[in-house]
């Protein structure tokens, strides 16, 4: 639900772990997006074009993660990256 013009989350539960692949993959699909895109686990919050930094929190199977978006086109970059995690 948008808190604000443009600004968008999204809780998700990890279908797998958050190693190089899945890592990889939202770093490039995030890519492909203006809005500034994060995730949150825990107490951390990453740049989520940033594989080693996605990598650096990690997270698991079954573990809740939080992406956050502001920009333009939040709504369906939260929509593609929540995809590419499963949720």
Known sequence: MPSKAGADERTIVLTEDLHARPA????????????????????????VRSVLS????????????TLSATGDDAA????????????
């Open 76 to 87: 369906e970059a939260l929509t593609a990256l929540a995809s590419v995690l499963g949720g």
């Open 24 to 47: 990889s993959a939202l770093a490039q699909t995030a890519a492909a997006f203006t809005s500034a895109v994060t995730l949150s686990y825990g107490s951390r919050t990453v740049d």
């Open 54 to 65: 996605l990598m650096s929190l990690g997270a698991t199977s079954g573990q809740t993660v």
